[in-house]
């Protein structure tokens, strides 16, 4: 990309966030006129829309810190005129963090305004103003305002979402205000993130050579996002899996994430695999309409499987992370002593209780490709008996000879059986979930047409509406500032996101907000009650009555499902023959 055009990115960013702190504005850089013709009207923002934004708010901005690397810009006497003082303050937007030296020159030249003019706004923007921007305004709010790192980081995701978004970024702020663990994975990045995407130049827009991000090589570059890195994943929670580790070097886990993608025909990035939606009294007419087939809703961890050669077993999860799994082999059917490649499966770690103990299993109830073959565009059932005849027999076959020792594998490998939609009043009744050494917590409904990879309005997951429920932590941290009592906010997280939900200030008379720094799941249901509170120090009453006006004043909402009756009728009356 040119560096006489618009930063990569920059026309669909966001211009700025609300106040940080009531004191910081963090923002985008602004581009000057002689961008016009190559910036739609819509998408401009220049020192002038800046200037009018500060009036319509009644407010004074005394100082504008420019981060970053170039002059190009805008003039910066557009800002002058104004009134307010520009400093320009150099930070590479590419490989690497502010430095302390960068840091504190920040925090000494705000500390040193403030001191003089503790009433005006201090603008601070980057090229698209989250990673060089939060990182500074975090350092300052912890070094100045006594802030810890969690506060700081969480206020400036609120306050410019999604917030810092460059994991290194993140892991140095804790490094350096932290105890060097504890940093939150980077958030997801948005949309914006990805337009007119050019590995060959930093932020700015200035060129870095040929480094760019975990994108494999071989493919035409804008056509998927670049791959994030999750480093840390966990492959079973609370049980350990010999023989399974993390891949994490480039360019084999990129190589990885491609290649399964361009098996399911998955033209974005992220996770490939097929993505049920939950059943409602809208879509239970699909079964009215279409043949399906059904199995049990198991409550474990979502993997796909490539074998791609002996030793070349790897599984994927919803996060895109990936894992090696050593021995572990898939003989070719029609020559046994030839290992299975170029094959793609898809289905479910869960663990089974044997005697008490914990047994990891693998079920796999879908196949995209075999040995090259597109099987994935064939009819489910034949997808079905492909698992059967060229997966799982030739294993058994080899485990009766010897030649396959189960006990030295990392979990066994089984098919996951589906059925016509008839037998679901079977899997309904307690009968069948007490011959399961899993948990059962619903059905799938399987439509029997080709594999559709992505989110899936025709796969169904059907759960009893006692059973729907949200899991929700609140963070609980205390927030200071220089002469000031310490206050204790609590930050409300939903599910994997990483940027809070809601947060709320903490009567210091309650006895549960003596206890910072602690982490609590508490559980909803949509029968509009709220039925728990996981920690040894909750004392759930303040917590859950606070979190329900939260909850239930519309920040979220659900699609009622239909009961066990209803899904009864349909299955039985009037569904597809």
């Not at 966990?234 to 993390?246: D, S, Y």
């Not at 399964?260 to 239970?284: H, I, T, Y």
């Not at 009756?565 to 009356?573: A, E, Y």
Request: contains cysteine; glycine residues 8%; charged residues 25%.
């Amino acid at each position: 990309m040119s560096n006489n055009g618009p930063p990569p990115r920059w026309r669909n960013c966001p211009r700025r966030g609300q106040l940080v702190a009531e004191k910081f504005l963090p923002m985008k850089t602004m581009l000057g006129p002689r961008y016009d013709d190559q910036v739609a009207e819509e998408n401009r923002f220049n020192p002038s829309m800046l200037s009018n934004y500060l009036k319509s708010l009644k407010v004074k901005m005394g100082l504008l810190v420019d981060l970053t690397n170039t002059t190009r810009f805008y003039d910066r006497s557009e800002i002058e005129k104004e009134g307010i003082k520009y400093m320009k303050l150099q930070c590479k937007g590419h490989g690497e963090c502010p430095s302390e030296e960068t840091t504190e020159m920040f925090i000494r030249l705000c500390e040193h305004f403030n001191e003089k003019n503790p009433t005006d706004l201090i603008g601070v923007h980057c090229t698209h103003g989250f990673n060089r921007t939060g990182f500074l305004i975090c350092a300052y709010l912890v070094e100045k305002m006594d802030w810890s790192i969690e506060a700081a980081v969480a206020a400036f995701a609120q306050a410019r979402a999604p917030g810092i978004y460059k994991g290194d970024y993140l892991k140095e702020l804790f490094r350096r205000y932290g105890d060097g663990e504890g940093a939150p994975p980077a958030p997801e990045l948005p949309e914006w993130c990805f337009d007119d995407d050019d590995g060959d130049v930093d932020d700015d827009g200035n060129a870095v050579g040929q480094e760019s991000g975990p994108s494999s090589s071989g493919s035409a570059p804008g056509k998927r996002k670049k791959e994030k890195i999750k480093l840390g994943a966990v492959f079973l929670e609370g049980v350990n899996v010999k023989g399974v580790t993390q891949v994490t070097i480039q360019p084999k886990l990129g190589e990885i994430q491609r290649m399964c993608q361009e098996m399911a025909e998955w033209d974005k990035s992220g996770f490939p695999g097929a993505q049920p939606v939950s059943m409602d009294r809208q879509n239970l007419r699909f079964l009215e309409q279409n043949p399906y087939k059904v199995s049990w809703k198991a409550d474990g961890t979502r993997y796909m499987m490539l074998i791609n050669g002996k030793n070349e077993v790897y599984m994927i999860d919803r996060d895109n992370a990936v894992f090696h799994i050593s021995n572990l082999e898939f003989p070719f059917r029609k020559e046994p002593r030839v290992h299975l490649s170029n094959t793609l499966l898809d289905g479910e770690m869960i663990i089974d209780k044997v005697n008490g103990h914990p047994v990891p299993r693998y079920l796999i109830y879908d196949i995209i490709k075999f040995n090259g073959q597109p099987v994935g565009q064939c009819d489910f059932n034949i997808r079905l008996l492909c698992i059967e005849k060229e997966i799982i027999s030739p294993r058994n076959e080899k485990m009766k000879t010897g030649q396959i020792d189960k006990t030295k594998e990392p979990y066994s490998v089984r098919q996951k059986p589906f059925y016509d939609i008839h037998a679901s009043r079977k899997l309904l009744e307690g009968s069948f979930t007490s011959q399961v050494s899993h948990e059962v917590d619903g059905l799938i409904f399987q439509p029997c047409g080709r594999y559709k990879p992505g989110r899936c309005d025709d796969i169904l997951k059907w759960k009893p509406p006692n059973l729907n429920s949200v899991d929700f932590r609140l963070k609980i941290t205390k927030v200071g500032g220089e002469g000031l009592l310490p206050q204790t906010f609590g930050f409300l997280y939903v599910g994997n996101y990483d940027r809070p939900f809601a947060q709320m200030k903490i009567p210091m008379y309650q006895p549960w907000a003596l206890s910072p720094n602690t982490a609590d799941s508490v559980y909803c249901s949509v029968s509009n009650l709220l039925t728990g509170c996981r920690s040894k120090s909750c004392s759930p009453g303040v917590i859950l009555c606070q979190i329900a006006c939260c909850y239930f004043c519309g920040k979220m909402c659900f699609t009622v499902s239909p009961n066990v009756n209803m899904l009864k009728m349909v299955i039985t009356c009037h569904r597809w023959t």
